[in-house]
């Protein structure tokens, strides 16, 4: 494939799904894995490679971008870090049983996993999620820390952040408020992501046929053009979040989501 055309649908593609993200609130691996593993295919990588870095990139790019998210919410007083820390420190478990397990999976397994993921969360997305405003939030030690094991698996298996998963799950299972859930999920995810990052990592050193400039399954490439756009884009989004109707927006990412997740099922 042609560099310029290469580089212009990274461009692109970061822009999306760092404007998606501060828009909406959603991560961007929904967009930016499909396009890196599409790239990647026509580029010639085998299609199982092309997934594995697809997932191992777009998890490194989100990384950073959970990281500040939570640290926001920190400042806001938005984190119970007594929940954060046993679910994340189960979730880099999870992580790591899921990452070993993605690296001798066959990559139409793991494509079609993250595609049906992606079309239940674009569903979700169409779900309000209501707090229970009376009801004390549970905070069971081997419950937070099953939850945290699966959203690890999550992570891994299906290469994306696994919030529009967990925060259903502390507001609905363990009535904690919406924002506070959102702000837990946020400090969850930098240890699932993290987890999962460092797996792929590991288990890619030495494999032969990955893309040049690689470490591991992260392509250096494709992650210093989506992290440079990611990140701005997604500042922009925020500020354009509050000047548009929050509904309409939701539906146009859940239809979007809904489209790549079937465009992902087609062998």
């Not at 984190?79 to 001798?104: E, L, Y």
């Not at 009376?134 to 919030?163: D, E, K, Y």
Request: hydrophobic fraction near 55%; charged fraction near 5%; glycine fraction near 12%.
């Amino acid at each position: 494939m042609d560099i310029i055309l290469y580089l212009l649908s990274l461009i692109t593609t970061g822009s999306v799904a760092g404007f998606a993200s501060g828009m909406v609130g959603v991560g961007g691996c929904f967009i930016m894995v499909p396009v890196q593993y599409w790239l990647l295919v026509s580029d010639g990588l085998d299609s199982t490679l092309a997934i594995r870095v697809a997932f191992a990139t777009g998890l490194a790019v989100t990384l950073p971008t959970v990281m500040t998210s939570a640290l926001g919410h920190h400042r806001r007083k938005a984190v119970d870090w007594q929940t954060a820390i046993p679910m994340g420190g189960a979730a880099v478990v999870g992580a790591v049983t899921g990452g070993t397990i993605a690296t001798f999976l066959p990559g139409q397994v793991l494509k079609t996993f993250f595609a049906v993921l992606v079309t239940l969360m674009a569903v979700r997305m169409f779900w309000n999620v209501k707090e229970c405003l009376v009801c004390p939030p549970r905070q069971s030690l081997p419950v937070l820390l099953f939850i945290g094991f699966c959203i690890g698996n999550i992570t891994s298996l299906a290469g994306v952040g696994g919030g529009v998963v967990l925060v259903p799950v502390l507001v609905l299972l363990l009535h904690y408020p919406v924002h506070t859930a959102i702000g837990t999920s946020s400090a969850c995810l930098i240890f699932s992501s993290a987890g999962a990052v460092a797996t792929y990592l590991w288990h890619g050193l030495g494999v032969a046929g990955l893309p040049p400039y690689s470490i591991g399954y992260v392509d250096l490439v494709q992650w210093g053009v989506l992290v440079a756009t990611t990140i701005p884009l997604s500042i922009v989004g925020v500020k354009y979040a509050h000047r548009c109707p929050a509904k309409i927006l939701r539906y146009f990412f859940a239809v979007l989501m809904f489209i790549v997740g079937v465009l992902m099922l087609i062998p």
